[in-house]
């Protein structure tokens, strides 16, 4: 009976991570990248905000990201703050093609720095990465709305991938060492991704991970199950619960 | 619809017009929600303590009102007064402005699911309620389990209160004990029907039923303890929950959050310089908000707004929506003196044999490293009740509950508590402080070590005068959601409760008007299987 609040939960401990950044830079697709292994050539804005999780094994320990996707078009600049100020982690995006999206994520950078919790871990994902590589495994430089993802084969077009053939160097418009020169200096782990190609991508959150002070998530976390009176000095081990868990109405009603 | 039309414009970002908001848009409707402050919460908020400490100044200087499009109240927070500085990591801790906690069952509990808001935030177990007693902090026999292993009742007295917590707990609607004794004092009908001693009876009074003076009528006692009774053993012994991340504030957010997923638009932190009424013209859009440094107007076919945000202009036209008998307009709601006390750990108690339950298995570890005495043990949360008349410089005819809280709810850093005092208050008290400082002395004095731990690093006190609520017989307009209880088990339950209600008010109103868009069967239509949802839940 008094095993029914936390004996059944996993081991996992939960990670509040938040996704900011300019309009169309690539936050949601590098997000559905992570949780679905997909790509989505012509994903629609992301309105309000978007909630996902995402398990990550790390060595022995389980993480459980609760993701926050937010709009990079929000008019009002009222969502973001409530997203990120609980966070633990905070993913910030630009488009290595777009000069202004690095001046943004800059910006964002600094607001979280002001604002977050202190101890906050902040990556900056330099995305899009395949347009500026000449690399042939990307397929095509300049994706048209059509271009073909690679889960999606059945409407490939064989003629696409000439495209690479171009300078795809040429579309760069944020250099590597300026951007992780940046990184560095604020504290920043830093990455270039495609989250079309899947390049980089699951390396921000495995990078996030090892970073974050587990130990301190693990004692309040709810799924922590009960690491006992002898595990932390303050007493603050007991009683984390899933709301889900119990609610026998829910159940099949449960979007899961 | 244009950019800046919307079927409903919602004022404030309290719990209940969050979780209204959030309704409103999950059945289709274009909701717009706005709040003057640069947080979320309004008087519900959970606040960094800068942000609290910012809060105190604006309060207090009042100059922050400046001209305002909304009916000049009477100040709302008054006797304000607090001591200690910033303290070192403030944007750790989220303070909550409405301390409460949360019954396993009810209208909260099942909105956070229905709405899949629950995913958003962590919940915790409420570890202990604890009622102070001829000068000494005691447990209280709350369950069969406890009442079994209490050690200070007697066998009689044992077998008393279980006949009670049974009588409680089941169908007592038309039973003999109760007939005729509905609206007698509670403590009176204990004493008189089942023969329990002074102290028992306080206990149950104060805190199992949080009844706050011994007139209170037995019936709504009653119903509150079997809500209780059965909430214990959902998610565990407890009946209640503690939201981490500050609480109320928090959970308002994740329903805001809920909208915004469904296209809620939100805008905080600016001025609403004029509210208007554009229906003479009979066509929609009906009514318009301006906002400062935004161009156009805002407009919409309904307002729905806190009691803080009727604008002067229109508070004819404006009605508050009442959710239940209990609490129907009150011109004069209540008012409270409230403490916030930030202290060093860990908070200790009167070792529970019955609770919590993980520390009957493994607290012999734990005790054996500290110091402490067999007979104390170390919690993350609990709620101290002082009945009336408890301490000495106390209030003698109502009673005062305190909210501990430790960094295991995530709304302080490592090592620091968290203690909300509440007690209603009188027109004719003036000072907070003078009210509550002798209730944080006891407290820190019986829960802490004895040393420095004892002194607070920050406290505050004020006065809260919730706002008026307007009544009007004509067609509404403008929708006033109506002030919540502030009694520690039932304030969240009750905003869920008046949310509804204007939920279903909202809706009459716009499908009078023929609005596209909206429908809705259920307050929370059934959640469907969203793709950005991963399995694993
Ligand atoms: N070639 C290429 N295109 C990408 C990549 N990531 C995203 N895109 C495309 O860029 C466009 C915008 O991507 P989104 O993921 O919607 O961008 P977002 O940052 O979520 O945008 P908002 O939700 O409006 O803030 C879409 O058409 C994507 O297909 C990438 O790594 N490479
Ligand atoms: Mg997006």
Known sequence: MAESGSGTADKSVQVKLVLLGEAAVGKSSIVLRFVSNEFQANKEPTIGAAFLTQKCRLEDRVLRYEIWDTAGQERFHSLAPMYYRNAQAAVVVYDVTKASSLEKAKSWVKELQRQANPNIVIALAGNKLDLVQPSASSSGATSTPESEDEADDATATPGEAAAAGDQPESLRQVPRDEAEAYAKEAGLLFFETSAKTGDGVVEIFTEIAKKIPIEHILASSRGTGRPGAAGRTGGAQEGGVNLEENAAKSKDACNC | ?537
């Open chain 2, 1 to 537: 619809m244009s950019d800046t039309h919307f079927n409903v414009i919602v004022l404030g970002t309290g719990l209940t017009e969050s979780i209204a908001a959030a309704a409103l848009s999950k059945a289709g409707f274009k909701v717009a929600h706005l709040d003057q402050n640069p947080y979320y919460g309004g008087d519900e908020a959970s606040l960094t303590l800068d942000e609290l400490i910012q809060w105190v100044d604006s309060n207090t200087t009042n100059e922050a009102h400046g001209k305002s499009a909304f009916h000049a109240q009477t100040a709302k927070f008054t006797s304000i007064s607090h001591s200690g500085d910033l303290l070192p990591n403030s944007r750790q801790y989220s303070i909550s402005l409405w301390p409460s906690i949360i019954p396993s069952t009810g209208p909260l509990i099942s909105s956070l699911i229905g709405s899949g808001v629950s995913r958003y935030g962590g919940y915790k177990l409420l570890e202990r309620i604890a009622v102070f007693s001829s000068g000494q902090v005691r447990n209280v026999p709350g369950s069969k389990e406890d009442v079994f292993k209490n050690k200070d009742l007697s066998l009689l007295e044992k077998r008393r209160l279980m006949r009670f917590l049974m009588f409680a707990s089941g169908e007592f609607e038309g039973k003999p004990e109760l007939e005729g004794n509905e609206s007698s004092p509670f403590s009176e009908f204990l004493r008189a029907k089942f023969s329990l001693k002074d102290d028992v009876v306080e206990a149950v009074t104060y805190a199992l039923a949080f009844c706050t003076s011994s007139a209170d009528p037995t019936l709504p006692a009653l119903h509150r303890i079997r809500r209780y009774l059965v909430s214990s053993g959902r998610y565990g012994a407890s009946p209640f929950l503690i939201g981490q991340y500050g609480g109320a504030g928090e959970i308002a957010q994740g329903f805001c959050r809920a909208s915004a997923v469904h296209g809620g638009v939100y805008i905080l932190g600016r001025k609403i310089a004029a509210v208007s009424d554009s229906s003479d013209s009979s066509e929609n859009p009906r009514l318009s908000v301006e906002l400062e440094d935004l161009e156009d107007k805002l407009t919409c076919d309904l307002l729905v707004l806190s009691p803080n945000y009727v604008p002067s202009n229109l508070r004819s036209a404006a009605v508050t929506v009442s959710s239940d008998s209990e609490r129907v307009n009150d011109d004069s709601p209540a008012s409270v003196a409230r403490c916030i006390a930030i202290f060093d750990g860990p908070i200790i108690l009167p070792y529970s044999p019955a609770q919590p339950p993980a520390a009957a298995g493994e607290a012999t570890e734990g005790d054996a490293a500290s110091t402490e005495s067999e007979s104390h043990s170390k919690v993350d949360t609990a709620v101290l009740v002082f009945p009336p008349g408890s301490i000495e410089g106390g209030n003698a005819t109502v009673a005062a509950t305190v909210l501990l809280t430790g960094e295991g709810t995530m709304s302080s850093p490592t090592g620091k508590c968290i203690a909300y005092i509440s007690i209603p208050a009188l027109a004719s008290d003036t000072s907070a402080e003078t009210l509550l400082q002798p209730y944080l002395r006891a407290t820190l004095a019986s829960i802490t070590q004895p040393g420095p731990q004892s002194v607070p690093l920050f406290s505050l006190f004020y006065l809260h005068h919730p706002p008026a609520s307007p009544t009007s017989s004509s067609p509404p307009k403008l929708l006033v959601t109506p002030n919540a209880s502030n009694l520690l088990p039932e304030s969240m339950d009750s905003a869920t409760k008046n949310a509804e209600a204007v939920f279903w008010e909202a809706l009459k109103v716009l499908q009078s008007d023929g609005q596209e868009g909206g429908k809705a069967e259920s307050f929370w239509p059934p959640l469907e299987t969203q793709d950005e949802d991963e399995e694993g839940w």
